[in-house]
């Protein structure tokens, strides 16, 4: 089957076209018009003239005529026949020419010519254009003929045409034209530049919502349409962009669920390979440490083999730390939520790391808001993460380091939270790794088991909470933990 493709016109030239096709039709209807208004005034003028002019020789040769004392009448008329008065003609009241000026005489078709020959009345005028051809020029010329009456009867004398050359009239016509199509082409012009100007007004918008669609088809949920107009496009415009915000956010969530879900299936088989190592590895590693203890016992081994001893005892140690903690990590347990007060295990927390602190005299700066509410939690089990994240922390300065904690309530999101900041001025951590930092057994230290924080993060998350790493002026890291402040009903 074969497949016609279709030519893409844009609204925008669609536009252009259908409005320039119907502008020019309208500019040029107006300007036929008033082109023929001023051809048929221009015509009336030379009529007018003619008439004037006409009635105006018959006046003066009237009594001539009467008395048929024809010479003066010649005489006189050939002293009028100049500018555009062409020729002048006098029939007899039976249409017979008896004064014919110069101009004409031999041209037997005009002198011939008489309109008034039967009856007419005194008040009669006959119009007609004709060409004539003289020297080889053809030129086009208007007759005027009127009645002659012996004043104060009602008896025909005779009748008077003259010729008037029309090409003054031709002149002004085709200046008049010309004008016109000055202000036709000039009226053109501006109509297809409006025509433009208008498409591209209306197109504008429409334009920007094909590049928004584009944009976030190709998954830019975060580009938002301008809106330019507050039209039936802008509505459009409005509510796409709400669609695309509701995306965002749909997106947003399945990205976090998928990252659950993934974390989930992660700590599920984390869980498996760590029952099956303390299945494997427990036992044999408890018979390995107590044969080593009882061997160290012994008397008759020398100071060096009981150093080697207390080398492999060590080893066993961390061995043994390393599975209780993955143990611990991976034992889903269940919250065990009451009412504690947060500055409280903040504090419990710092206690048990002051030792270590003291040791690497390290500054710790506090800043807890006052008179805050209890916060309804697990209270073990935030201890544990302020513990680790501050163990961090403890870690990563250098001898004489700081370390600030703060602890405020953000009320102005729509569920209130407790915000807590851990920052301090050690090594930081690069910006590629802030989210890795959460994943289970990331670490960059030789003896870490990569947990702590992956952790902290479950049981945060678990408390309906979040972690996260935050910019900060200066050297090192800053972490910020929220833990919504829930008020559970009272028989909970
Ligand atoms: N305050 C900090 N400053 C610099 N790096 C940090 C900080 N906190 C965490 N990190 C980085 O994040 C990694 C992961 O930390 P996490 O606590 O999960 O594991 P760990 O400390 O390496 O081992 P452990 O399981 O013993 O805690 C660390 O190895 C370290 O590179
Ligand atoms: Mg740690």
Not at 124 to 153: A, H, T
Not at 239 to 253: D, G, H, P, V, W
Not at 314 to 330: A, N, R, V, W
Request: include cysteine.
């Amino acid at each position: 089957m074969s497949r016609i493709k279709k030519l893409r016109v844009s609204i925008y030239g669609q536009l252009v076209f259908w409005t320039s096709v119907i502008l020019v039709l309208l500019m040029f209807g107006v300007l036929f018009i008033i082109q023929n208004r001023e051809v048929k005034s221009i015509y009336q003028d030379k009529k007018n003239r003619g008439l004037v002019m006409v009635r105006y020789i018959a006046e003066m040769n009237v009594r001539r005529l009467v008395l048929w004392d024809l010479d003066p009448i010649d005489e006189n008329i050939s002293g009028l026949i100049r500018d555009d008065l062409a020729y002048v003609i006098f029939y007899d009241r039976n249409g017979r020419p008896v004064v014919v000026s110069e101009s004409i005489a031999g041209n037997a078709d005009v002198i011939n010519q008489t309109s008034c020959a039967g009856r007419v009345s005194p008040e009669d005028v006959f119009y007609r254009n004709i060409s004539l051809v003289s020297q080889g020029k053809s030129y086009k010329v208007m007759e005027i003929e009127i009645p002659i009456f012996v004043p104060g009867s009602e008896t025909k004398w005779g009748s008077v045409k003259i010729g008037l050359k029309l090409e003054d009239v031709q002149e002004r016509i085709y200046k008049t034209r010309l004008v016109l199509l000055g202000f036709g082409l000039v009226a053109l012009l501006l109509t297809i530049l409006s025509s433009n100007l208008l498409a591209r007004r209306i197109t504008r918008p429409i334009k920007n919502l094909v590049e928004g669609t584009k944009r976030i088809s190709r998954g830019d949920f975060t580009y938002r349409i301008p809106v330019i107009s507050s039209d039936e496009i802008g509505e459009l415009t409005q509510s796409f962009n709400e669609m695309t915000e509701q995306l965002l956010i749909a997106r947003r969530q399945t990205e976090e669920a998928n990252r659950r879900l993934v974390q989930a299936e992660k700590l599920a088989s984390i869980g498996r390979l760590s029952a099956t190592i303390a299945h494997e590895i427990r036992n044999p590693l408890t018979s390995v440490k107590l044969n080593i203890q009882k061997l160290a016992e012994s008397e008759k081994l020398d100071e060096l083999e009981k150093e080697h001893l207390a080398i492999a005892q060590e080893g066993i140690d961390q061995i043994e730390k390393f599975i209780k903690e993955l143990l611990s990590f991976t034992r889903a347990s269940v919250l065990q939520p009451d009412y504690f007060s947060m500055e409280e295990i903040l504090e419990e927390s710092l206690k048990m790391l002051k030792p270590s602190l003291a040791e690497k005299k390290i500054i710790l700066e506090k800043d807890f808001e006052k008179d805050l509410p209890q916060a309804y939690v697990d209270g073990d089990k935030l201890r544990q993460v302020f513990l680790n994240v501050l163990r961090n922390a403890y870690e990563a300065v250098n001898e004489g380091g700081k370390i600030e904690i703060s602890l405020r309530m953000n009320r102005e999101k729509d569920r209130p939270c407790f915000e807590i900041r851990i920052s301090d001025n050690g090594c930081g951590i690069p910006e590629k790794d802030w989210e890795n930092i959460f994943e289970p057994f990331f670490t960059t230290k030789s003896s870490g088991a990569g947990l702590g924080l992956a952790n902290a993060r479950r049981i945060l998350e678990q408390h309906g909470g979040t972690i996260k790493v935050v910019k900060k002026d200066g050297p090192g890291s800053c972490f910020l933990l929220t833990v919504p402040c829930q008020t559970p009903s009272r028989e909970e």
